[in-house]
């Protein structure tokens, strides 16, 4: 959400900013006029407001005298009538105004590169050492289904398409993985949060989700509630400060939180089909950071180090690419997506978006503190996957499988499979 103040002192920026994200700046002018009339309107309410009050004196004045005073009373009645439908209108005004900048996606950092998709997107770091498996691999579905923990018939059949049943020791290594993720990022100042995973409209409005991306949600289907099944964590996580006002003796607000997630991928037919990419449901384990306007960047850092601190353990290979402007999301200012090798497909594929949102997302959910002057202030809010548990699953079935279709367990989650090594076929 943007201050309309901001954009009309600086229309010029904005529209040259939001144009690198392939977006119709049009909007632009169409809220600066809109605004126009709305001030317009308000200053004309605001006069006969004070035109009311000069006559109403001089009612009391003439009513004093025992004069009469009809037709100034009428006067009164006809100029508050004419302030009513004003009000009314500026309701509509107001509305609209509100409506056309929720769609306004959040003005990007200086150093986002300009781009039009993720080919224009830039490597900003990278690490781990790409295994030498000496045969062909396979990847991860065909590695699930031989060893009979995958099956992807059984969730087709109870759910639909996108769905998966896992079986045994990946059922096991699944729930392992997010026990693994919570532990690391607790130990590490991170606070545990298990939130609802149905959501309302406002709370989904305040993270960016709504009004834009609703296709992408799955809507409870119930006459008297507006709820939703949460498409990741940071929903109810970042509303969990929405409409406060406090102090900012509490900052850093830093939250980890592991949630199934609901996503009905409607922009995505044919793409990622197979497999456990990209899932209805699927688990993640969620980030989330509420800080200090001037703590934003080093908070971003630091939760970019969070999330690959994971894939060093696993010893996984991953890079970190600094999302361009017309590939980065609808709430970032900016964003670095993590990628993790899969060697069935000689390439990275990301496991983590980690977002700094700036105050967009605070100023839809109405996020505030007091800064040291006293005054309040909007918070930034900071986003990203530490990490997606499904991702994460698929990168170690097939970086750590072995000729004959079994899967090593990585030494770290060791541990949480009672001593573990290997899996092996059902």
């Given at each position: ?46 006069t006969?407001r ?19 005073a ?48 993720e ?43 996108r ?52 296709e ?27 409409d ?13 939180s ?95 978006s ?34 997606a ?28 499979l009672?001593?573990?090594e290997?899996?092996?076929?059902i």
């Amino acid at each position: 959400m943007h201050d309309i103040k901001f954009i009309e002192e600086n229309i010029d920026f904005v529209r040259a900013n939001l144009s690198t994200r392939n977006f119709d700046v049009t909007i632009i002018e169409q809220v600066i006029e809109l605004n126009s009339k709305r001030k317009e309107l308000t200053l004309q309410v605001e006069t006969v407001r004070g035109e009311i009050n000069k006559t109403s004196r001089q009612v009391g004045e003439l009513k004093k005298k025992g004069e009469n005073a009809d037709s100034l009373m009428q006067k009164v009645a006809e100029m508050k009538k004419e302030i009513a439908d004003g009000e009314m209108r500026l309701e509509v005004f107001k509305s609209e105004l509100g409506n056309m900048l929720a769609t306004i996606p959040n003005i990007l950092a200086k150093d986002v590169p300009t781009g039009s998709s993720e080919q224009d997107n830039k490597e900003a770091i990278k690490g781990g050492k790409i295994r030498e498996l000496g045969f062909t691999p396979k990847d991860h579905v065909e590695l699930g289904e031989k060893l009979g923990m995958l099956d992807f018939e059984a969730g087709a059949k109870i759910s639909g398409a996108r769905f998966v049943v896992y079986k045994g020791a990946l059922a096991r290594l699944e729930r392992c993985l997010i026990n693994f993720m919570i532990d690391q990022h607790t130990a590490n100042g991170y606070l545990e949060i298990l939130p609802p995973f149905i959501v309302n409209a406002s709370s989904l409005f305040g993270t960016g989700q709504l009004p834009k991306f609703k296709e992408d949600l799955f809507r409870l289907d119930l006459p008297d509630r507006d709820w939703y099944l949460i498409p990741t964590a940071e929903v109810p996580v970042t509303n969990l400060k929405r409409d406060e006002l406090f102090s900012a003796d509490e900052f850093p607000l830093k939250y980890v939180s592991y949630t199934p997630c609901f996503r009905s991928e409607a922009g995505s037919y044919g793409k990622d089909t197979r497999g456990l990419i990209r899932l209805h449901q699927f688990n993640k384990v969620e980030l989330v950071n509420i800080v200090a306007a001037e703590e934003s960047e080093k908070a971003h850092d630091q939760m970019i180090e969070r999330a690959v601190s994971i894939l060093k353990l696993l010893e996984l290979p991953y890079r970190g690419m600094l999302l361009c402007s017309g590939d980065i999301g609808f709430s970032a200012r900016k964003c670095i997506d993590l990628e993790v090798w899969l060697p069935s497909q000689k390439t990275f594929r990301e496991i983590s978006s980690i977002s700094n949102c700036g105050d967009f997302q605070a100023r839809r959910a109405n996020i505030r503190y007091r800064g040291s002057d006293g005054r309040p202030k909007f918070a930034h809010t900071l986003n990203g996957s530490g990490l997606a548990v499904g991702r994460t699953l698929v990168a170690i079935l097939e970086n750590y499988q072995c000729e004959d279709g079994s899967i090593e367990i990585p030494k770290v989650l060791r541990p949480y499979l009672g001593g573990l090594e290997r899996i092996t076929k059902i």
